[in-house]
């Protein structure tokens, strides 16, 4: 069964606190950072070409390397734009593909083609979505195939300075930011106080403490942004094979009942977030940590004997693309929503109205 390389899980611990390790690392973070501070300001400059779009355009990211909820948060934030009236597309990347030119996303597209995510986004959000390398190239190509589109909200790209956005929404989660420093001594791509539009913090309980220490400038100068609190909800279990759907908690009630083995497989940037929420309605299961974006290939389940095998959306993706699983009766998807305080709808869609287009 693959699992995180031994590398990634001593990086991945040590990024929270400032231990020996970090400590050795820290004089190469600091040249990562000058450098990486170098290529911001050239973009400013106007030495690095940086180019502007006819529609408004929206970056959901993060700082903070790895996941942090950004798919559930550019799938919510497609549907509080379109319920304010306008007609939104995304934009990505194309995580994992080999291809570099744009290309459109469907839900039925191969995720090894286009990514994983921006498959989930195509089938959650219901809009057009295309990937490619270059982020204005994508951009320019959704709009010409789909000339209603007036705004994009682009899936990752914060440091894709080649592409002018009018909002930046940076999202963490209950990491905060890990030790505060940068790559590699921590788990940073840029420093905390990195000017943002909208700050979002994905947990379950948002302290004081927490929200201090992911507290950035505003991206114009202006006050320190207050981060919005962000919740995960998961209210019902899809069987992987076939169409059966139940409550999440009832499943759970149901395993407990017939004394049946759960395991939770979770290939995103934190595994332990989906874990957990699953612990909060019930279950109790073995955990399979698995790469971020894996794809399945090496059949992790084979040596697996639980009944219940639950799994995150953005997995299932690719598992109903491959025979083996599209079968196995065992294997559940966990949907998840993401909740997020109404006025902060407000507060993007007056952003986004006032922004000017080419």
Known sequence: MSQPSKLETVLTRNWLRRGPLACALWPVSVLFGGIAGLRAQLFRAGVLKSERLPVPVVVVGNIYIGGTGKTPLTIWLVQALRDAGFTPGVISRGFGSKESGPRPVTAMSAPRDVGDEPVLIAARAGCPVMVGRQRVEAGRALLAAHPDVDIL?????????????????????????????????????????????????????????????????????????????????????????????????????????????????????????????????????????????????????????????????????????LEEFRDDPRLWVVPVSARIDAALAKQLVEKCRGCSTA
């Open 153 to 321: 909200v682009a899936d990752d790209g914060l440091q894709h300075y080649a592409m002018q956005r009018d909002v930046e929404i940076i999202l963490f989660d209950g990491r905060g930011v890990g030790n505060g420093w940068l790559l590699p001594a921590g788990p940073l791509r840029e420093k905390p106080s990195r000017r943002r539009d909208v700050t979002v913090v994905n947990t379950p309980q948002l302290g004081t403490e927490l929200a201090a220490r992911v507290r950035g400038r505003g991206r114009h100068g202006n006050a320190a942004t207050v981060p919005v609190q962000m919740t995960l909800l998961a209210d019902d279990a899809q069987r992987l094979a076939g169409t059966q759907t139940m409550p999440l908690a009832e499943l759970a009630a149901l395993a407990r009942r017939n004394g049946w083995t759960v395991a939770a497989a979770a290939g995103i940037g934190n595994p332990a977030r989906f874990f957990t929420m699953l612990k909060g309605v019930g279950f109790d299961p073995v955990e399979i940590p698995l790469p971020d974006h894996h794809d399945f290939l090496d059949r992790p389940f084979d040596g697996v004997t639980a009944d219940v095998i639950l799994m995150t959306e953005k997995d299932a993706v690719k598992c109903r693309q």
